[in-house]
């Protein structure tokens, strides 16, 4: 038996599982703590990397205090994490300044200054749009790009920037304070834009166009690589073995896919975490300037994700947990009698979801939310969009407002499925990963709005580590590649999509992609600040 232990570094928080590896990728035990996101009024998203380190090393005692399995049998630890993010480190390997997160958008004038002058395609200008397609087949055409964050510390934070030694990213930084090795996995160096896709290593040429010093971008590596041993500090923190073997790991929008089991060319999956995206695998590189979406380098090696991300899907259903069903939540998870008849209690928020979601009837009698809480990426790029409900009427309850919102999220997603399927063929059944896949009544949403057949499988919720664990084992031995992965994550659930939903679902949805055209000057105007660039 193989002990592997592999962290998933999200958002909001750490899930430290312990694996078996053996025909199958078995989940022991895990463990999961929260940390913060600070979101600043200038439209910045930071959080503090010493809280990711504090909580690793909590979730790791806490797991093997009930699990028979001792840390010294632990054969290696991996990280599957959040990517995008900026971590700027100095000589002793001290972050420089708070991690700049993914959604962090305070750059637009850096983007703009840097990409977005002279004559222009897609906001790009014409010659640099040329060089970074040739390079690596993406444009850094976002203002929550890494290397606008870069410049916007060089910019207005020059003595914190003039420390800095080495750039990462949030797993890169988690390794170097495992091993005391500052690396950049391959999916994370292609995440910068800076990287060259055919020579397989940094872009001097970028480097040079938009000012970022080669110095501070470290070695690339690939994800099932062994980067080094954990050091003593790191061990005695972490409460492991010293030595134990450390590998590269990856990014999330790497990793997850691999985790559900979509490893080979043409198989597509849906995530719904914090963020949510849809990837399709295929074997070439490809761009849709237009709609934001690109193929990006991914764990495997000849294997690209072409990937459509929205900043908040998740975040969404968190969203109504806080604001529009606090207070029945308090009341069921407290066990609290209401009727004076039988007690009534839930296991969980998606418990709870799914009973009063069920109350109302798909399409939410004609209600129409829109998931833009942070902005949004694709299929349009906007920091000023922003959510809304659209045509509440004096019948409306809460349970439509409830629904509308996991019909929002589907809807978005069903529009960048669309978007993707212009330029590759994405299969059919889909994998549905993340924590919304917990949810039955939300995959059964999700098959009705795409006319999809939705698969989900165990703990979608742990399907990042999963993945983590994956490329580990490869790097031990254990699994041969990743093309084998598939055969051993099977399905647990399946959905198929509902012909009486389909009228309904197809009305809302014209209507919903209506709703950023018709209201983008409105957003502009109340939120400008935040949508400048």
């Excluded at 985790?259 to 995530?271: D, K």
């Excluded at 939410?364 to 922003?386: M, Q, Y």
Aim: overall charge neutral.
């Amino acid at each position: 038996m193989t002990y592997v232990l592999a962290y998933d570094i999200g958002t909001t928080g750490v899930k430290t599982c312990l694996f078996a590896l053996e025909e199958r990728i078995t989940l022991l035990s895990s463990a999961q703590e929260g940390y913060g996101l600070y979101l600043l009024e200038n439209g910045g998203a930071e959080q503090d990397p010493e809280e990711w380190w504090q909580a690793m090393c909590r979730t790791t005692r806490a797991l093997f205090a009930k699990t028979d399995v001792t840390p010294e049998q632990v054969a290696g630890i991996s990280f599957c994490s959040q990517m995008q993010g900026l971590v700027l480190v100095d000589r002793e390997g001290v972050p420089v300044r708070r991690a700049m997160s993914y959604m962090d958008q305070r750059a637009g004038a850096e983007l703009k200054k840097g990409l977005a002058h002279g004559p222009q395609v897609a906001g790009a200008n014409v010659v640099k749009l040329l060089r970074c397609l040739r390079a690596n087949g993406a444009v850094p055409s976002s203002v929550k790009d890494p290397v606008w964050k870069y410049k916007w510390v060089q910019a207005h934070e020059p003595e914190k920037f003039g420390r800095t030694d080495k750039w990462l990213d949030v797993k890169d930084y988690l390794l170097l304070r495992c091993t005391g090795r500052a690396v950049m996995t391959e999916d994370s160096a292609y995440a910068t834009l800076l990287y060259d896709t055919k020579k397989r290593t940094w872009s001097r040429e970028l480097c040079g166009m938009f000012g970022v010093n080669a110095a501070h971008l470290p070695p690339i590596i690939q994800s099932t690589d062994r980067v080094g041993g954990l050091t003593d500090r790191a061990a005695a923190e972490l409460g492991l073995a010293p030595g134990t073997p450390v590998f590269g790991g990856g990014g999330d929008a790497s990793l997850i896919g691999v985790g559900a089991g979509c490893t080979v060319v043409g198989s597509t999956h849906i995530y719904c975490g914090t963020s949510g995206w849809v990837i399709t695998v295929t074997d070439r590189q490809l761009v849709d300037v237009d709609a934001m979406i690109a193929a990006i380098v991914g764990a495997q090696k000849g294997r690209y994700n072409y990937f459509a991300e929205m900043e908040t899907a998740g975040k969404c259903l968190e969203w109504v947990k806080d604001h529009l069903a606090l207070d029945e939540i308090g009341v069921y998870l407290e066990k609290r009698d209401v009727t004076g008849g039988q007690e009534v209690v839930y296991a969980s928020l998606y418990d709870y979801l799914t009973e009063t979601v069920e109350k109302a009837t798909p399409g939410s009698g004609g209600v129409i939310f829109t998931p833009w809480l942070h902005g949004n990426r694709c299929p349009f790029e906007d920091p000023a969009a922003a959510g809304m409900f659209f045509n509440i009427r004096l019948d409306t309850g809460k349970t439509e407002l409830i629904r509308a919102v996991l019909e929002g999220v589907c809807f978005h997603l069903r529009w960048m499925l669309e978007c993707q399927a212009r330029k590759v063929k994405t299969s059919d059944p889909v994998r549905f990963a993340g924590g919304g896949a917990l949810s039955a009544v939300t995959a059964q949403i999700l098959a009705d709005v795409t006319g999809r057949t939705i698969e989900t499988v165990a703990s979608p919720q742990n399907v990042g580590s999963v993945g983590a664990a994956a490329v580990m084992a490869v790097g031990l031995g254990v699994i041969p590649d990743l093309d084998a992965v598939g055969t051993l994550i099977p399905p647990e659930r399946t959905f198929a999509p509902r012909p009486d939903s389909r009228a309904v679902y197809d009305r809302n949805y014209a209507v919903f992609r209506k709703l950023y055209a018709a209201n983008k000057a409105n957003f502009r105007a109340l939120n400008g600040q935040k949508g400048a660039n």
